[in-house]
């Protein structure tokens, strides 16, 4: 009996030097391979390794992970189309106002016309900002349009203390074609219709810009969500500058 003992421990020990040469370890002892262990036991495989730029090793993780981050990002997306399309609608006001400055220059239409120059900049400098995931992109974006609003609010304001301070022009022509007359009830007319352009588009002003200012900031925790989630591959690929 003693002789059997021995020679099962001269066998295990011989096993074990054998290991410890490089030979192959069985299937349970191996790092992440199923089968069973020496108990009987199920072990469990590991998952595949990531390459080392992150990426998933499998093409159905890569897809899924991909799919998520396209989901998550509509709603920037849907941000950047609308700085987009304001850049291109107040650059095109502001060709348009700068070309109305050939017949006559006068300080407000200088006014209009940079304020919309300006305005037109940070809305597509705010869409490349998104596009490339600057957390500063959709702050620049709502304080424009904040600015926006102030220099339309301005704008307003000025013409408006202009026509009620200076003389009537319509008055003055029809006065000079119908000979004399009361024609006081046109001028109180035409201050009248002043008064509601003028202040209807200051209003109108303070509710779309300032409405559009609110929609961008709601957009800054967004984004950070959306950065904080999506792997560093796929912010990559797909925001490189």
């Given at each position: 009996?003693q002789?059997?003992?021995d020679?099962?421990d001269?066998?295990?020990g011989r096993?074990?030097?054998?290991?410890s040469a490089g030979?192959?370890?069985?299937?349970?002892?191996?790092?992440?391979?199923?089968g069973?262990?020496p108990?009987?036991?199920?072990h469990?495989?590991a998952?595949?390794?990531?390459?080392?730029?992150?990426?998933p090793a499998?093409?159905?993780?890569?897809h899924?992970q991909?799919?998520?981050?396209?989901r998550d990002?509509?709603l920037?997306k849907?941000?950047i189309?609308?700085?987009?399309?304001?850049?291109?609608?107040?650059?095109?006001?502001?060709?348009a106002?700068?070309l109305?400055?050939v017949f006559g220059?006068?300080?407000?239409?200088?006014?209009?016309?940079?304020?919309l120059a300006?305005?037109?900049?940070?809305?597509?400098?705010?869409?490349t900002?998104?596009?490339r995931l600057?957390?500063?992109a959709?702050?620049?974006?709502?304080w424009?349009?904040?600015?926006?609003a102030?220099m339309?609010?301005?704008?307003?304001?000025w013409?408006l203390?202009?026509?009620?301070?200076?003389?009537s022009e319509?008055?003055?022509?029809?006065?000079?074609?119908a000979?004399?007359?009361d024609?006081?009830?046109?001028?109180?007319?035409?201050?009248?219709?002043y008064?509601?352009?003028y202040v209807s588009?200051?209003?109108?002003?303070?509710?779309?810009?300032?409405g559009t200012?609110l929609?961008y900031?709601?957009?800054?925790?967004?984004?950070a969500?959306?950065?904080s989630k999506?792997?560093?591959?796929?912010r990559?690929?797909?925001?490189?500058?």
């Open positions: 009996m002789q059997v003992r020679e099962s001269t066998g295990r096993s074990d030097a054998h290991m030979q192959e370890r069985p299937p349970w002892e191996g790092p992440g391979s199923p069973l262990g108990d009987g036991s199920h469990e495989s998952p595949p390794p990531a390459s080392p730029g992150g990426i499998t093409p159905q993780e890569q899924r991909l799919a998520a981050a396209r990002f509509k920037i849907r941000a189309s609308v700085a987009r399309f304001g850049g291109w609608t107040t650059g095109f006001f502001a060709v106002s700068a109305f400055l220059v006068n300080p407000r239409a200088l006014f209009v016309t940079a304020g300006v305005v037109s900049y940070n809305e597509f400098r705010g869409a900002g998104l596009s600057d957390a500063k959709p702050a620049l974006l709502a424009n349009q904040v600015g926006f102030a339309l609010v301005i704008y307003c304001a013409s203390y202009t026509r009620l301070t200076s003389p319509l008055t003055e022509q029809i006065g000079s074609l000979g004399a007359g024609f006081e009830w046109i001028a109180d007319l035409e201050r009248s219709i008064i509601s352009l588009v200051a209003f109108l002003s303070i509710i779309f810009q300032g200012a929609f900031h709601r957009r800054k925790p967004m984004l969500a959306y950065v999506t792997p560093q591959w796929i990559t690929m797909m925001h490189s500058e």
